[in-house]
């Protein structure tokens, strides 16, 4: 089962979502200005509480990832939310597209098994 599905497209991005999905949504609008934008809460599947927001899905589709490998796109996600990645983010699914490629596969991958652990953990060892 999938978490909650926080989708906007074009500019409407909408609210929805707890606070760090909320920073997620418009942290990459502002930094990629995605033509269709969703922000997927996986963390009641990995142990965490309804509130827990540590582990999400993005699904990024703009203009301004043509030309880009597939790395350099995840890169840019990741430069944007640099902060949330240092602290309560755990895990980030990534899929970056242009509008082209979301058009002629418009499937978003599953989330992967989280395997357990977190950063407290392995800072303590």
Partial sequence: MRGPLLAA????MGGGGGPLARTIRAKLTAAGGPTHLEVRDDSPRHG??????????VL????????LPPLQRHRLVHEALRAELAGPLHAL???????????????VPSAPPCLGGGKRE????
């Fill in 48 to 57: 965490g509480g309804g509130d827990a927001e540590t582990h999400f899905g």
């Fill in 93 to 107: 699914q990534v899929t970056a597209r242009t509008p082209g490629g979301w058009q002629s596969d418009p499937r």
């Fill in 60 to 67: 990024v589709v703009s203009g301004r990832l043509g030309g």
């Fill in 9 to 12: 497209a074009g500019g409407a």
């Fill in 122 to 125: 392995q800072r303590r060892e």
